[in-house]
């Protein structure tokens, strides 16, 4: 930090370089390092943390996938009574687990088709901009 205008001889039958330094200078030969100040704009910058990639959101939407499995699984194993089931002329028992896990996968499709129906839309509507 401190730009110092001695100059210092090394004889080579010196014990230690820390020896022949000025005492100010010989804490820097030390096995501590200097504790950085961070008021200091000529210290290198501290490493940052990883920029997030397409990679590490895959893994985490892969991790999440595999939490909520586990947790349809034992949803699925804890409601297997079975229940009666009337939809328009269809009529039947269907475990209980089945029946909501069925009624959820409905409703996903459903909201997927309404988001690929406005996807579409402002797709046209990008184009026309164009």
């Known amino acids: 930090m401190f730009a110092h205008n001695r100059t210092v001889s090394v004889h080579p039958a010196a ?3 820390a020896e022949e330094l000025p005492p100010q200078d010989a804490t820097l030969l030390s096995s501590e390092a200097p504790s950085p100040d961070p008021h200091d704009l000529t210290a290198p910058p501290r490493a940052s943390r990883p920029r997030r990639t397409r990679v590490s959101a895959a893994w985490l939407g892969v991790c999440f996938a595999a939490i909520a499995l586990v947790v349809l699984i034992v949803f699925m194993l804890q409601n297997t ?6 939809f328009l002329w269809l009529h039947g028992n269907v475990p209980l687990a089945l029946a909501l896990l069925t009624a959820g996968v ?8 309404f988001g690929e129906a406005r996807i579409g839309q402002l797709r046209r509507a990008a184009r026309r901009q164009q």
């Open 81 to 86: 009574r079975s229940v009666e089931i009337s």
């Open 15 to 17: 014990a230690s370089p």
């Open 106 to 113: 409905g409703v996903a499709v459903v909201a997927i088709g």
